[in-house]
Every structure is written in structure tokens, then in C-alpha cells.
Nanobody, 123 residues
């Protein structure tokens, strides 16, 4: 059974950077599609980025394009989300999710979902 665990969240000043990790246990992710999502206080979940593990192709949402980089380690057991030029609007709980049916628009369309890590950007 695939399990996902996010880490790397914390408090960062505006303009700073963070790298989030999504670690898989149980199986490798080489055939999966991994999505990062976030939910800001009082707002709906929104997609951030997605990676196709078999090809390395990535897709970033317009709201974060140019400020995030999604990547994976050589073992394909961990997916990273490098975020830079953070601003208070990036404050949210960040979640990763995995599935075999493509990069999905909805967090709930993925078969496996993590518990999230809090990112707080102070002004």
C-alpha cells in the first residue's frame, strides 16, 4: 500500500524559499503521476504542480509558474517542490498526491494522498 508523507513546511519570510518533500513508502513512484496541491485558510484546494514520473515532464499552475520547481530523486521515492519568491498569499497547507491516471485537476481524483505540511509566509 502506497503511503505519502509531506515534510519541509515551516515559517519563512516574504521573498524566501522552501523545499517541500513528498516521501513515498511501500512502492516506488516510477509509474505514477504526482501532484502538489495547497489549501489556504478559507479557500478551496488548488493545484500547484504535477510531475510525470516516467518522463520527467512537469506542469505548473499559472499562479506559481516561475516560482516553483517540481522534481524527484534518482530512486523515484521522493518528490520535491522547490518554492522561491514566497509571499503571504502562498501561506497554505501543502499536500502531495499520487495516481496512475495522469495529472489530475482535483486532489481527490488521485488514488493516494498525503496529510499535508503547513507553509506560513510572514510579511
Amino acid at each position: 500500500q502506497l503511503q505519502l508523507a509531506e515534510s519541509g513546511g515551516g515559517v519563512v519570510q516574504s521573498g524566501g524559499s522552501l523545499r517541500l518533500s513528498c516521501a513515498a513508502s511501500g512502492v516506488t513512484l516510477e509509474h505514477h503521476f504526482i501532484g502538489w496541491f495547497r489549501q489556504a485558510p478559507g479557500k478551496e484546494l488548488e493545484g500547484v504542480s504535477c510531475i510525470v514520473m516516467s518522463t520527467g515532464n512537469t506542469f505548473d499552475e499559472e499562479s506559481v509558474k516561475g516560482r516553483v520547481t517540481i522534481s524527484t530523486d534518482n530512486a523515484k521515492t521522493t518528490v520535491y517542490l522547490q518554492m522561491s519568491s514566497l509571499n503571504p498569499d502562498d501561506t497554505a497547507v501543502y499536500y502531495c498526491a499520487a495516481g496512475l491516471d495522469g495529472c489530475r485537476a482535483s486532489f481527490y481524483e488521485y488514488d493516494y494522498r498525503g496529510q499535508g505540511t503547513q507553509v506560513t509566509v510572514s510579511s
